[in-house]
C-alpha cells in the first residue's frame, strides 16, 4: 500500500510516504538544480587528461561555497568528498583521488548541491579528449535510456513504466541496466521515496501523482549488468570491467507531464558528444 503525503505536513525523514510538493517547492527546487547544473556546464572545460579527480572534488566544493549551497555527498554517511567521480567501469559512488585522468577515459560527475534546504542533485558524462567509438556508443544510448525515462513520466502512470522505457531501448542495443542502484525521491531530503527502478513493467510500482519530484538515474553497461563494491564500501565497478555510464536529471510530475529541474543551461547535458537530434 502507498501512502501519498502533502510534503509542508511530512517531516524531514523517509517515512515511506510519497511527497507531493507544491508550486512554491518546485520553486524552490529550481534553483538548487540550476546551480548544481551551472556547475556541470563549468566542469565541461574542466575535464581533460592530466586533471585529477581530486581537483574536480576541490572545484565543485569551491562553486557550491561562493554560491551559498554545500555539496550533499560532503561527510554524508562518512563519505569524504563533494563529488562522486566514476571512471570507466566504475558504475557509480567513484571516490576522487590524486590520479590523473587519462586520454579515452569517461567519467561519471554526480553533484548534489544543497541549497535553502533543497537538494539539486544531478549527474553527467565526460569524454576525457578522444574517445574510442564503442564509448561513445555508450554515452549515446545511456542518454537516450535517460531521455526515454522521462517521456514516460505523467500524471496517472506508474513508475514502472520509466523502467520498461529505460530497458527496452537499453537492451534493443545490446547493453544492460544495472539492477543494484535505483533513482529516487529528492527535494528536501538527499534520498526519499519512491526509489525508481530502471527497469520492469509499465503496470508496475507506485503510480506517479503531481507535485512528485525524484530522479531517473540509468546506470548502463556495455557488458553484463552485475555489479560489485569494492572493500572501500562505495565503489561500485562493473564484475567483468565491462565500460559503464549514468546520466541523471531531477523532475518533478506535473499536471501535463514532467518539469526536468536540471537541465544544462548552456546546452551540456551531454558534453563531449555531438548535438542531439531527436
Same mark, same amino acid.
Given at each position: 500500500?502507498?501512502?501519498?503525503?502533502?510534503?509542508?505536513?511530512?517531516?524531514?525523514?523517509?517515512?515511506?510516504?510519497?511527497?507531493?510538493?507544491?508550486?512554491?517547492?518546485?520553486?524552490?527546487?529550481?534553483?538548487?538544480?540550476?546551480?548544481?547544473?551551472?556547475?556541470?556546464?563549468? %566542469?565541461?572545460?574542466?575535464?581533460?587528461? /592530466?586533471?585529477?579527480?581530486?581537483?574536480?572534488?576541490?572545484?565543485?566544493?569551491?562553486?557550491?561555497?561562493?554560491?551559498?549551497?554545500?555539496?550533499?555527498?560532503?561527510?554524508? +554517511?562518512?563519505?569524504?568528498?563533494?563529488?562522486?567521480?566514476?571512471?570507466?567501469?566504475?558504475?557509480?559512488?567513484?571516490?576522487?583521488?590524486?590520479?590523473?585522468?587519462?586520454?579515452?577515459?569517461?567519467?561519471?560527475?554526480?553533484?548534489?548541491?544543497? %541549497?535553502?534546504?533543497?537538494?539539486?542533485?544531478?549527474?553527467?558524462?565526460?569524454?576525457?579528449?578522444?574517445?574510442?567509438?564503442?564509448?561513445?556508443?555508450?554515452?549515446?544510448?545511456?542518454?537516450?535510456?535517460?531521455?526515454?525515462?522521462?517521456?514516460?513520466?505523467?500524471?496517472?502512470? +506508474?513508475?514502472?513504466?520509466?523502467?520498461?522505457?529505460?530497458?527496452?531501448?537499453?537492451?534493443?542495443? +545490446?547493453?544492460?541496466?544495472?539492477?543494484?542502484?535505483?533513482?529516487?525521491?529528492?527535494?528536501?531530503?538527499?534520498?526519499?521515496?519512491?526509489?525508481?527502478?530502471?527497469?520492469?513493467?509499465?503496470?508496475?510500482?507506485?503510480?506517479?501523482?503531481?507535485?512528485?519530484?525524484?530522479?531517473?538515474?540509468?546506470?548502463?553497461?556495455?557488458?553484463?549488468?552485475?555489479?560489485?563494491?569494492?572493500?572501500?564500501?562505495?565503489?561500485?565497478?562493473?564484475?567483468?570491467?565491462?565500460?559503464?555510464?549514468?546520466?541523471?536529471?531531477?523532475?518533478?510530475?506535473?499536471?501535463?507531464?514532467?518539469?526536468?529541474?536540471?537541465?544544462?543551461?548552456? /546546452?551540456?547535458? +551531454?558534453?563531449?558528444?555531438?548535438?542531439?537530434?531527436?
Amino acid at each position: 500500500m502507498v501512502n501519498y503525503i502533502d510534503a509542508v505536513a511530512a517531516p524531514l525523514k523517509n517515512t515511506g510516504a510519497i511527497r507531493l510538493y507544491s508550486a512554491d517547492d518546485f520553486a524552490g527546487m529550481r534553483k538548487a538544480c540550476l546551480l548544481t547544473a551551472r556547475c556541470l556546464d563549468e %566542469l565541461a572545460a574542466i575535464v581533460k587528461p /592530466g586533471v585529477t579527480t581530486n581537483a574536480i572534488d576541490r572545484f565543485v566544493f569551491e562553486f557550491g561555497m561562493d554560491h551559498g549551497a554545500l555539496p550533499a555527498t560532503l561527510n554524508y +554517511r562518512g563519505y569524504k568528498y563533494s563529488v562522486c567521480t566514476s571512471i570507466n567501469h566504475v558504475v557509480c559512488h567513484g571516490m576522487p583521488d590524486d590520479k590523473p585522468l587519462r586520454e579515452g577515459d569517461i567519467v561519471n560527475i554526480d553533484v548534489t548541491y544543497v %541549497l535553502d534546504g533543497w537538494h539539486g542533485d544531478s549527474s553527467r558524462m565526460y569524454p576525457v579528449g578522444q574517445i574510442k567509438r564503442a564509448a561513445e556508443r555508450l554515452l549515446e544510448v545511456t542518454y537516450e535510456c535517460l531521455m526515454r525515462g522521462i517521456e514516460a513520466v505523467r500524471p496517472g502512470a +506508474r513508475t514502472g513504466a520509466i523502467g520498461q522505457a529505460i530497458q527496452t531501448y537499453a537492451e534493443a542495443e +545490446r547493453c544492460s541496466v544495472v539492477r543494484d542502484f535505483c533513482g529516487h525521491g529528492v527535494g528536501r531530503l538527499f534520498h526519499d521515496t519512491p526509489n525508481i527502478l530502471h527497469y520492469g513493467r509499465a503496470d508496475e510500482g507506485p503510480e506517479l501523482r503531481e507535485g512528485m519530484i525524484f530522479t531517473i538515474e540509468p546506470m548502463i553497461n556495455l557488458g553484463k549488468p552485475h555489479v560489485k563494491v569494492l572493500t572501500d564500501g562505495w565503489t561500485a565497478v562493473t564484475r567483468d570491467r565491462s565500460l559503464s555510464a549514468q546520466y541523471e536529471h531531477a523532475v518533478g510530475v506535473t499536471a501535463t507531464g514532467c518539469e526536468v529541474f536540471t537541465l544544462s543551461p548552456a /546546452g551540456l547535458d +551531454r558534453p563531449g558528444l555531438p548535438p542531439l537530434k531527436r
